[in-house]
């Protein structure tokens, strides 16, 4: 079955850290990739997302993922956080050929950054 | 252009009562996706309706239903309810059968079952 492993639950940083979040998926064929950020009080937004081509995607506000095939990982990055960063971070996967498309979630990281 | 809404946004329901939670799909979309996040987890998938039949399932018991309008608007309905339902349920639209295009989020809706 199709799964998706965040490895962090709880991440504290201060402001200017760089930051890594983890991503791992269980899927053998053709994946899409996302990463959402749920600000607190607020609905899912979309970070970025991978379909084809160049493997290290940009997304707002100056985030960036890295698809790696060989590992089956999408880990999150920035280099330097800031305290407007705090919110819970989502990886997730939808197979193209899976029946209705739907997205499988991580459990989700939550990121408390310190001013 | 109208992002996804849900309503209402707070409900609370005693056990073995039904529920029904509202979607309108952002404008242009018509595949309307619902999601069960449960307090400190990821969304599950429950279904997907596209042009206003069902297209897919996740691992819900069927009393978890769901509607499309012409509209391509949404209802999910949830018969029997259990103290497990208490959740946030989110409805997401795309503008295809969801398979390669991304999902837009509603708010949620915030279910308590006492």
């Known amino acids: 079955a199709q799964s998706v492993s965040q490895h962090n639950h709880h991440v504290i940083l201060s402001e200017a850290a760089s930051l890594e979040l983890g991503c791992n998926y269980s899927y053998g064929g053709t994946v899409n990739l996302f990463w959402y950020v749920q600000y607190p009080g607020q609905h899912l937004q979309l970070l970025l997302k991978?379909?084809?081509?160049?493997?290290l995607v940009k997304g707002i506000k100056g985030f960036e993922a890295e698809f790696i095939k060989s590992k089956f990982s999408f880990n999150l990055r920035k280099p330097s956080v800031q305290w407007s960063d705090t919110a819970e971070y989502f990886c997730?996967?939808?197979?193209?050929?899976?029946?209705?498309?739907?997205?499988?979630f991580g459990q989700g990281t939550e990121l408390s950054v310190k001013p | 252009e109208t992002g996804v809404t849900q309503s209402p946004t707070h409900l609370i329901k005693t056990r073995g009562q039904q529920v029904t939670l509202r979607c309108s799909s952002q404008?242009?979309?018509?595949?309307v996706s619902w999601y069960q996040q449960a307090l400190g987890q990821g969304p599950q998938f429950i279904f997907q309706?596209?042009?206003?039949?069902?297209?897919g399932r996740g691992n819900f018991p069927p009393r978890f239903s769901g509607l499309q309008f012409p509209n391509y608007s949404s209802e999910l309905n949830v018969n029997a309810l259990e103290l497990d339902d208490s959740a946030l349920y989110l409805c997401a639209s795309s503008d295809s059968k969801g398979q390669t295009y991304e999902q837009y989020f509603g708010p949620g809706t915030r279910l308590t079952v006492t």
């Open positions: 309706y596209y042009r206003e039949e069902e297209n």
């Open positions: 404008s242009g979309h018509n595949t």
């Open positions: 997730a996967v939808t197979a193209i050929y899976n029946q209705g498309g739907k997205l499988i």
């Open positions: 991978y379909f084809s081509g160049d493997p």
